[in-house]
């Protein structure tokens, strides 16, 4: 069982609304990761962390950030959110030099 | 660049009948290839993995998959569908350099039929 937790699982805001979307991971994980699924599509890679202070952007041009100021702690922000903001956000970990990824069971966004 | 490819978008199958689900890759080095399932409102699944050990992987709930080089293929199979097979899954690469830096197909919807 994978010890990665995200909140929240489902959030409806209104356009214009801060958003930010918690991942915490207690398996001491330096690399994290988010995923973007949109309804129906693939996921693609929009932020990953190697570790404390350390973020870059992924495959995917996204207007959400990340920080990482502890290992375990991994939150995504949108500044303000829009209806194309919607979709579903997924958190992901590895242990370095390990090559299983652990998900967390993601979260829904819809911005209305 | 890595690619993946899953050839059909939808597949039906009736329970008790054989699934294939079919993956194509594209990577210019040897590739750690995955399948992952999505069951509606729920997260991903890692159901087996391919990392340069055995060409035939055996995965979860009687899944299994085989690498093939001279085809770049790495097809999802199982004997006989359940019911609770129904989902979305994805054929995926990682990068060369992290793996855990995927890049996903397109998706594969099944459906099994009573």
């Known amino acids: 069982e994978a010890d990665i937790y995200q909140t929240p699982r489902y959030l409806v805001i209104g356009t214009g609304k801060k958003i930010t979307l918690e991942c915490s991971q207690t398996?001491?994980?330096?690399?994290m990761y988010w995923y973007q699924q949109d309804p129906g599509m693939e996921l693609h890679l929009i932020h990953y962390s190697y570790g404390v202070n350390s973020t870059e952007k992924g495959d995917l041009s996204s207007e959400s950030t990340v920080s990482r100021i502890r290992t375990e702690h991994f939150p995504l922000t949108l500044e303000s959110a829009r209806p194309s903001h919607t979709s579903q956000y997924l958190c992901?970990?590895?242990?370095?030099?390990?090559?299983?990824?652990?998900f967390g069971e993601g979260s829904w966004l819809t911005v209305v | 660049a890595q690619s993946v490819t899953q050839l059909d978008s939808h597949v039906s199958v009736s329970e008790g009948t054989p699934v294939l689900l079919r993956c194509n890759y594209s990577s210019s080095y040897s590739p750690s290839l995955f399948w992952y399932v999505q069951h509606p409102n729920k997260g991903l699944q890692l159901l087996l993995k391919?990392?340069?050990?055995?060409?035939l992987v055996k995965g979860i709930n009687g899944f299994e998959a085989e690498f093939k080089k001279s085809e770049t293929s790495f097809h999802l199979t199982k004997p006989s569908a359940h019911m609770s097979d129904a989902a979305e899954y994805f054929c995926v690469v990682s990068d060369q350099f992290d793996t855990g830096k995927l890049i996903f197909g397109q998706g594969t919807t099944l459906q099994v039929k009573p």
């Open positions: 992901a970990s590895r242990r370095q030099g390990g090559n299983t990824i652990y």
């Open positions: 391919y990392t340069s050990a055995a060409t």
């Open positions: 398996m001491g994980h330096d690399k």
